[in-house]
């Protein structure tokens, strides 16, 4: 099952989830507002008075209802409140540490470096990267878009796994990003605290008893009322709870399994992940998270994290010997013994000359690709969602070609202000010292400093590795607060307009600074390819005049990307009559396409770069960078892909 298809089931999948958790919740309610409609009534002032009511009072008990539903939504929305910073509010409230701007030695180094391999192999940003001073071994990736999502992993994952055991739990979580479930655990987190409520709520009125008690002896009724009003709220509460937590473990479980073989088809090496299973059976603290609230988001990690009562209903994780058994169907069921190995130095931090000797080997010893085969696209495209041990060796290789100063600067906030500046920076001489003109009266002087440290090795920087330095910088980007970062965006648009023209690429990397930074609106996709002729002549268009300076050849190239789409006509645009603010709107529909519709589209970019049988650096990064902001990450192209 490919990235689409994972992407289609899981959004039906969110879908029936929540119509079953609903189902669930509005049992509860009528449940609830039944049974409390029915106290009131009989131990109410009615009763007091000698009165004693017949059969039900629907009335009642539609207002009883409204204020249960009332509680249970509130309670949602508070949590999803609470949730809509992504992944950086979950790991806050398990207490993680950013590492990405200062690790601390060789152990978060190494991991940072895994963390970045994997992002670029699989075309999806860098995320921020949190530690927590855990014993345990365990890991988790947490957020509601791959924009926002952050990876969380113990101290104990860190100073107890390899490297080779490191990469595949980094690629299990990436398995969640790749595939929504991610969003999907963050919903479940927000509907089980609705219902919690009512149970936290009947504990609150039980707790307060006493003081009410000793105030009010002569209100024997109404204290009955109260005590049976909690007790009801408190056990509803919870067996509510109960029942949503069984739903989330079954779901959660068949998404593990998942997670686990696409991390062994992402590294192409069983023994990382199950060796990191098995340390975890040998482990004396095995998973388990000390954490305050390492209950509420135990769904969400690699390994079980909290201790389970009823372990086989109940459990979140599927057994460590039935994961084991599904990567290594040998495996003798012996847990090793698990030590403390002294740190070393990681294989990426290795001298040059090593590192390229043995990562040419890997690639096979092809150069630097200045450009790229048709067929390298295509399968690209093909590996969404699912990259191979061949995009991780690249992903390798293109680190290690970055200069030193600029993979440096791209982890600092100031470091990777001046670095999208210079990605900006125009060639043209005349142009760039107009660009500076316009950035001198808004820069700190320290920040100028560094741009113009930077600012060569910026402009001789190879096309091919623009968009991966830009990822490197994301996470230090999003640490910038909402006012320093709205003037830093307000600089970009001035570098951009300085030569009054404005070109695909350089809107192409605002547009993906503003959604990583900024965040996109979470929303399922809903439209077909069919619905959006006019979007995907825009964006066509676009690309086609982007790559071509000659009228006709971008005839040529729009001709050849709309020759397998499913419209009976498509027009192409002037490059006059493709306005950024256009292009904004058209990318914006298009990203609600349905995940099964994407791939015309995306096949239709690539013959539309590749008319001509080759497709350069620039072609490859901007097709790339256009297929990142519709939600669809591609990896690298490889080198040496044939046409």
């Not at 009511?53 to 949602?76: E, K, R, Y």
């Not at 979470?522 to 979007?535: F, I, P, Q, T, Y």
Request: hydrophobic share 45%; with cysteine; aromatic share 6%.
């Amino acid at each position: 099952m490919n990235f689409f298809e994972q992407q289609d089931r899981a959004q039906r999948n969110t879908g029936r989830l929540v119509l079953l958790m609903a189902l669930a919740v509005t049992s509860l309610i009528a449940i609830t507002s039944l049974v409390l409609s029915l106290l009131w009534r009989f131990m109410g002032d009615n009763y007091h008075s000698g009165y004693r009511p017949v059969g039900i009072d629907w009335g009642l008990v539609g207002d009883v209802a409204l204020v249960v539903i009332g509680v249970v939504l509130l309670g949602s929305l508070y949590k999803s409140l609470q949730m809509s910073g992504g992944g950086k509010a979950v790991v806050e409230r398990l207490g993680g540490r950013l590492i990405n701007l200062e690790p601390q030695g060789i152990g978060e180094q190494r991991l940072l470096n895994v963390v970045e391999e994997m992002a670029i192999a699989s075309g999806i940003p860098v995320p921020p990267v949190y530690v927590l001073e855990d014993e345990g071994i365990n890991a988790f990736a947490a957020g509601l878009t791959p924009q926002n999502a952050v990876i969380g992993i113990t101290r104990g994952a860190i100073e107890l796994l390899s490297r080779d055991e490191l990469q595949g739990v980094i690629a299990h979580e990436f398995s969640h990003i790749f595939h929504g479930d991610m969003r999907l655990n963050t919903r479940l987190v927000s509907i089980l605290h609705g219902i919690l409520l009512l149970g936290l709520i009947g504990g609150f009125i039980l707790r307060n008893l006493g003081s009410a008690r000793s105030s009010r002896s002569d209100r024997n009724n109404s204290m009955a009322l109260i005590i049976a009003v909690g007790v009801t709220l408190w056990v509803l509460g919870y067996a509510g709870t109960f029942f949503g937590n069984l739903i989330k473990a079954a779901v959660s479980r068949q998404r593990e399994f998942l997670a686990d073989a696409s991390a062994v088809q992402f590294t192409r090496n069983p023994d990382g992940i199950g060796g990191a299973l098995k340390k975890i059976g040998g482990h004396a603290s095995g998973s388990q998270l000390d954490a305050a609230h390492a209950a509420e988001f135990s769904h969400m990690y690699f390994g079980a994290g909290i201790s389970q009562a009823l372990d086989g209903m109940m459990a979140t994780h599927p057994p460590l010997e039935e994961r084991i058994r599904r990567i290594e169907p040998g495996w003798d069921g012996q847990f090793p013994a698990v030590e403390l190995a002294e740190p070393e130095e990681d294989e990426a931090d290795e001298g040059e000359d090593e590192r390229q000797e043995k990562w040419q080997r890997v690639l096979g010893g092809v150069a630097v690709a200045t450009q790229y085969g048709q067929a390298a696209a295509e399968q690209s495209i093909a590996a969404i969602g699912q990259p191979q041990q061949a995009h991780l060796a690249q992903a390798r290789q293109t680190l290690h070609s970055l200069p030193p100063a600029l993979k440096s600067a791209a982890h600092s906030t100031l470091g990777a202000q001046a670095v999208v500046y210079g990605l900006l920076l125009s060639r043209d001489s005349a142009v760039q010292e107009q660009q500076f003109a316009l950035l001198r009266p808004e820069l700190e002087p320290s920040l100028l400093g560094v741009l113009g440290v930077l600012r060569d090795g910026l402009l001789s920087l190879d096309q091919g590795l623009r968009l991966p330095l830009l990822e490197l910088a994301l996470p230090a980007l999003k640490q910038l607060a909402k006012a320093e970062f709205m003037a830093f965006k307000a600089n970009l648009v001035r570098l951009i307009k300085a030569d009054e023209r404005v070109e695909l690429l350089e809107w192409t990397l605002l547009r993906i600074v503003e959604r990583h930074v900024e965040g996109p609106r979470a929303s399922g996709g809903k439209l077909h390819l069919a619905e959006l002729v006019d979007e995907t002549g825009i964006l066509l268009s676009a690309l086609a005049h982007a790559g071509h300076a000659d009228a006709a050849q971008a005839a040529a190239a729009f001709a050849e990307a709309g020759s397998d789409l499913p419209f009976a006509s498509l027009s192409l645009r002037t490059a006059a009559e493709v306005p950024l603010k256009a292009l904004n709107a058209a990318l914006d529909r298009l990203s609600l396409l349905q995940p099964l519709q994407k791939p015309q589209l995306l096949k239709a970019m690539a013959r539309c770069v590749g008319h001509d049988g080759q497709i350069t650096a620039t072609e490859a990064e901007l097709m790339r960078a256009v297929a990142e902001t519709l939600d669809c990450p591609m990896p690298p192209l490889l080198r040496g892909t044939d046409a």
